[in-house]
């Protein structure tokens, strides 16, 4: 059977850095990317491109390379863990790391770089191919879709307090993780199952959910579906934030930062 490779045309510039921080589907987030084309491949390659609300991106799963694909995966959202077989799902861990997102294409400037938004993608992510979206020829809103059609997942509202906007904000001024997406991402369906997500109970309604080195608090209103997103905090010590500590993530100038504000 022939071998393939490809070269990579591009590559995406966002904020998100780390896997958990992507969406499980690009649709669901508002956040925004720029994907910057190789010289080679910008110009004359985007002049018909600008009349188009989306497009699909191809590209790899850049941080899964050495992840090993399974037969059955647990996707994230179901009703009870189940496993399905590999290619009923879109999960990220394949035999051959390539996924496809169609995102909304707000801008193109110096027709090289495209500015996206909606989409599932972290920084670095090479791109393979861009494709325009035909909605004639891409759109069957009557298609039937498996086991998906079967979920019924109520959706929790999601409440941010002054302070938790305060420190979201200063995190994402300084280059930490989104932490309005990973909320979003982590805290709409099934807030509670601590089986797929680090969860921690405070008190009575009162959970904290881990972040890579931070925590975030959030109170759980069952009866109403909703959850108020009430701070952040440092998952550090103080000793861990004194001067000279390892620095695993290279993030602890950003913590002694983060709690004086």
């Known amino acids: 059977m022939a071998e393939f490779s490809f070269d990579s045309i591009g590559v995406v510039r966002c904020d998100g850095k780390f896997k958990f921080e992507a969406p499980r589907q690009g649709v669901f987030s508002g956040a925004g990317a720029v994907i910057e084309l190789k010289p080679e491949f910008s110009g004359e390659t985007l002049c018909d491109l600008a009349g188009f609300d989306r ?5 790899v799963f850049h ?4 992840a090993a694909w399974k037969v059955h995966v647990a996707p994230p959202y179901t009703p009870k863990p189940r496993k399905y077989s590999l290619f009923a799902t879109r999960s990220p861990y394949r035999p051959n790391p390539i996924g496809m997102s169609c995102v909304k294409l707000e801008k193109i400037v110096d027709n090289r770089k495209l500015f996206i938004s909606g989409h599932d993608l972290l920084d670095g992510t ?8 035909i909605p004639a020829a891409d759109a069957f809103p009557d298609a039937a879709a498996g086991w998906c059609d079967q979920l019924q997942l109520p959706e929790w509202e999601l409440h941010c307090s002054c302070r938790f906007s305060e420190q979201a904000d200063f995190l994402l001024r300084h280059g930490a993780p989104d932490m309005y997406n990973f909320c979003q991402v982590q805290l709409r369906h099934t807030p509670l199952d601590s089986s797929r997500r680090r969860l921690f109970k405070i008190s009575e309604n009162i959970y904290e959910l881990g972040c890579r080195t931070w925590r975030i608090k959030f109170e759980v209103f069952p009866e109403e579906m909703r959850i108020d997103l009430l701070e952040i905090r440092s998952n550090y010590t103080e000793a861990e934030l004194l001067p000279g500590a390892e ?7 950003i913590h002694r930062s983060f709690i004086e504000i």
């Open 55 to 59: 497009i699909w991106v191809v590209f």
């Open 63 to 66: 941080r899964n390379l050495d």
């Open 126 to 133: 090479p791109v393979l191919d861009i494709k325009p979206y």
């Open 247 to 253: 620095d695993k993530y290279s993030d602890k100038d």
